[in-house]
C-alpha cells in the first residue's frame, strides 16, 4: 500500500500540503489510517512543475519521507502549480529509486497506488505487452511502473481515459489466464503538466480510498479563517489517497469505478471501467 | 524511542532471534506496542563477536531495518554467542551510521534506548566533561553516544555500573542545573565481548520497558516443543525492551532502578542508582 | 581535498554550471586536475537562493554527485541567480549528509576546501571556543562546520572578512599550541544571499587553488559565440576551485591570502590575513 | 567498466584481500590502472561462503566501496574460504542495488566486468530467452544480471563451461542480428560453493583484463617473507581484474578466449568460445 497526492491550481509551497496540514502525507508516511499498512517507509517521491519547465522535476529517494532532509529542504523552497506525491509501502520488489513513484516519459508523470494481484504470474506478459520502442525505458520491477509502460503503449498520450482502460482491460484478461479472480487493484494519478487525470478502480469493486477537495468557493464559506484558502483560485483542486484533515466539507470520495479530470477548461467526474484488448 | 535485544548464550543465527519470534526486533521496527512511537525506522544496527575476534563486528545503516536486504543476508548467515541488535527512532537528531547504536570502543559495545531530557541545554557541558583524550572519538551528535564516553571517561572499562552511575550522576546534576527537572531515561546495554550488563534507570522513576528471559531449564519444561530451546545452554539469555512474542513464562520485567549481569560465573540482579561526581 | 563552485548574476539553471561545461564540478567529481585526489565521491551539496526565498535550499547527499539522480533533476530544473555546489573528498570524517557542503544558518551559506591540520589535536579546544548558545548546531564531525561555527561566534553576519580573519587567528594560535606548524589550509566561500566573499589563505602561504571568472563584457569579446555570455549581466561572477574548462582569458587566479567581494555595489579584491584573538 | 576479485583457498579474514594489497581492491575503486574507467564508485558488494553455510551471504551496498564502514566491518570479521567481491562503475545503467555484483542464486554467484554492446537494442529479445520460471527473478536493469539469467536458462547448474558459452552465443547472435558489430565483452566469475569458473572473452578478441595467482608452493620460495603464504593451502588461488600489486611472478593472464576452473580435484585452463543456440 501507498499512499499519494496530487495537486493542480494556485502556485503554492509544496510543504504547505505535504507538512503543514494535521495529517499531511509526511504525517501519513509514519501512521496512515486508512491502508492496509501503517507505515509507507519504503521511499517517497515528488515530481513538480513550475514556471519555464517543459518536463516536471522528479525527486525520488529510497528512505522514509520523515526524516529526509532534502525532501524538507524542496517542500520548503520550491512552488509550484501542479505537483505530485507519494510515499510508498513495498509490496516485495526492492527499495530502490527506480522503483518509487511517480514515474515520469517526458512531460507526462504517473503514480500509483494498489496492485497487480499475483504479478509474479503475469509480469512477463505484460512486460512483452509493452511498445518494444519502449521497453527500454523500463528500469525498475514494480507492477506500477509496468503499468505506466503499458498505459503508454495504449496511446496515454492521445487519450488517457482510453490507455489506462485499456491498460487495466489487458492486467485483467492476463490475470485471469493466469488463475487470479482479482487482478487489478489501483488509484491512479497522471498528469502533462497541463490536465490532471486521477483513476479510482479494482476487479473486485472494492477499491483503495480516494477523495477530491471540494471547490474552493465552498470551503472559503466553510472555513473562512484559513489563509491558503485566501489566495487559491477556483480552479484549485487536491486529489489525494486519503484526507489530510478532518475539516467537514472539505473531502469527497471519488466514486467507485471513476475518473476524475482536473484542466483548464473546468473539471469532471466520469464513469471508468477497462477495456478489452 | 528506540528498541533493543541482546544475547549471550549458545551460537545463534542472528535471525532466529532477529526476524523469527512472532513479534521480532524487525516486526518491532513496523510495529512496536509499548513505546511511545510505534515506527523505529531511523537507522539500525548489530554488533556480533564470534571466533577468534578480538573486537565486535558493527553494522549500522541509516534506513529502516525491516527492509534492509544487507542486514537480512548477515542475519541469515552469521552465527554469533553474544550479540546486540538496535532499532532506531530518532527524537529529533540526524538520521546518520554515526547516530546509529551500537557504539564501539575497543571491544566495548553500547546501546541505549530513551533521552538525555533537555539535551540541547546540557551538550556542550557534557562534551566538556568528556576525557579530552576521548573527545575526536565522539562521531555523531545523540545523547546516546555522549553518555557512552562518559562512561568510558568515568572507567567503564574497569567498573561498569560504577562509570555508568556516575554517568547517570553528571547528566542528572547538570540537567538540574539546567532547569530540567527529570534530566534521564534509559535502558542501557553494555559489553565486553565475556559479559553483559543492562541497566534501567530514569529520573522519575517511570523508565521504559526492559526484560529479560526465564532461565533455559524453566523455559524447556514451558515449552517442550521449542527447537531453539533444545540446543541453548544454561547460561543463555535474553534481555530485550519488549518481549518477543506472548508464550507464557518466558518474560520477566527488569525491575526499576536496576541492572542485571550475566556473565560465565552466573548472572546476577542488583540494584542501581546514580552516583555523585 | 573538495571541490567548490560560487555563482552570483543572471538567474541560470544550475545544470548549465555543474553538468555542461568541458570539465564542469561533475566532471571534476570523477577527474579532478588540480587537487592533491582526483576523486570527489564521499557526498556533495548545493544551496540555492530564488524569488521569494528568505532562506537558501540546501540539498546534501551522501553518494558521488556524478551518478546522483535528484541532483540532476535539481538541477535540470531550478534556476537561481546565487547558489553554492561542493563535491566532497573525505580526509577521515563520516560521510554523512550533515559533514557535507554547504553549511547554513539562517540565510548564510559556507563552503569550505582545505584542512585544519592536526584538527585530532584541536578538535575540542575549537568546539570550545565557540558560542554557547550556538554549540548545540553543530550536527556534524568536520573541521569546516567548526570554521562557519567560529566564524559565526565571531560575527560573520556582521563582518564577515574580519570574522573569519578571527577564525583563521583561533585556528592557527590553537593548532601552534599543539604543536601543529602550518595549522591551516583554505578556500571558503560564504553569502548572505546578497554578497558573495571568497577567502584563500594557508599558514604555508601555498594555497589550494581558487579562480573567479573574468568580467563578463570582456568575455562576450573573447567569445562572442557563446550563448550563456549574451544574457548575462555585467555583474554575474563564478568562483570556483578548479576552472571549468579551457577557454583562454576566461578564468583568473585568487591570489595567495586575499578575500574577494561580488555584491551589487561592485566588487572587490582585499587582502586576508589572520587577526590574533 | 568493473573491477572483480574471486578467491578459493584457506579461509581468509576478508580484509587481508580487499584492503592490504598495495593495490587491493578497495584501492582500485579509487584508482583503477587497467580499465577504461578509473573510478570504481557506483556500488559493490561481496559474497562469502563459510561454516555451515547452504547457501552464499551477499552483501551489496549502492555507494563507493572506499568509504563504506559496513564492507570495512564485514571485511575485518569474516573469514572465508571461498569469496567474490566486485566493484562497479556503471555505463549507464541505475546505481541500485539489484544492479550490483555479485547476483545470487541457490548456492550459485555469478559477476561480470564488461558489457553487452547495444544493451538497448537487445534487451527485450535477451529477457524473452529467459526462462519464464525464473523470469520473475529478475529483480534489476544490467546486462550483467539478464547474462545471468541466461547461462542459468542453459543449464548453468549442470555445465556451467557450457550454458557460458551458450549465453554467449545467444548475445552474440541476438545482438549481430541487431547490427551490433562486436556484442559481447565479459570477464565473469561463476561459482557453486565448491568449484570457482573464471571467464574471458570478447567478440572482437580483446578482452578486459584477467589475471590469475600462482601456485602457492612458487610463490612461497618467491616470497618467503609474506606472512599470508605460509598458511596457504596448495588448492589456494586468486582471480582478479587486475593484479593487486607488483610483486614479480606472482600474477598470470588468464589467455583471451579461455575459462579456467578452481576446484577440490585440481586446476585446469580450457579454451572457451560462444556455441550457437
Redesign the interface.
Known amino acids: 500500500m501507498c499512499r499519494w497526492l496530487a495537486y493542480s491550481g494556485t502556485p503554492v509551497l509544496l510543504e504547505s500540503l505535504l507538512y503543514e496540514p494535521e495529517h499531511s502525507l509526511i504525517d501519513q508516511s509514519?501512521?496512515a489510517r486508512m491502508g492496509v499498512e501503517?507505515?509507507n517507509?519504503?521511499g517517497f517521491g515528488v515530481g513538480w512543475f513550475?514556471p519555464?519547465?517543459r518536463?516536471?522535476?522528479?525527486?525520488?529517494?529510497?528512505?522514509?519521507a520523515?526524516?529526509n532532509?532534502?525532501l524538507r529542504?524542496?517542500a520548503?523552497?520550491?512552488?509550484s502549480p501542479l505537483f505530485f506525491a507519494h510515499i510508498r509501502a513495498?509490496t516485495g520488489?526492492?527499495?530502490?529509486?527506480?522503483n518509487c513513484h511517480p514515474f515520469r516519459h517526458g512531460r507526462w508523470m504517473w503514480m500509483h497506488n494498489g496492485a497487480v494481484e499475483g504479478f509474479?504470474r503475469v509480469?512477463?506478459d505484460l512486460?512483452?505487452a509493452v511498445d518494444?520502442r519502449l521497453?527500454?525505458g523500463?528500469?525498475?520491477?514494480t507492477d506500477s511502473e509496468l503499468m505506466f509502460f503499458l498505459a503508454l503503449t495504449f496511446g496515454l498520450e492521445e487519450d488517457p481515459p482510453g490507455a489506462v482502460a485499456r491498460m487495466a482491460g489487458l492486467v485483467e484478461r492476463t490475470g485471469r489466464e493466469r488463475g487470479v479472480r482479482d487482478p487489478l487493484q489501483m488509484t491512479v494519478a497522471v498528469t502533462d503538466g497541463v490536465r490532471l487525470w486521477a483513476f479510482r478502480y479494482s476487479s473486485r469493486g472494492a477499491s483503495r480510498s480516494l477523495y477530491y477537495s471540494s471547490r474552493v468557493e465552498t470551503l472559503r464559506a466553510l472555513h473562512p479563517g484559513t489563509a491558503f484558502l485566501r489566495e487559491a483560485s477556483p480552479r484549485t483542486r487536491l486529489v489525494v489517497s486519503e484526507p489530510l484533515g478532518d475539516l467537514p466539507g472539505v473531502w469527497n470520495e471519488v466514486p467507485e469505478g471513476s475518473c476524475g479530470v482536473v484542466r483548464p477548461e473546468g473539471d469532471a467526474l466520469l464513469p471508468f471501467a477497462p477495456l478489452p484488448v
Open positions: 509514519l501512521h501503517t507505515t517507509g519504503d513550475g519555464e519547465m518536463t516536471p522535476a522528479v525527486v525520488r529517494e529510497i528512505g522514509p520523515w526524516s532532509r532534502s529542504e524542496i520548503g523552497h520550491v512552488r513495498s520488489s526492492a527499495v530502490q529509486q527506480t509474479d509480469r512477463r512486460a512483452l518494444p521497453f527500454t523500463i528500469e525498475g520491477s
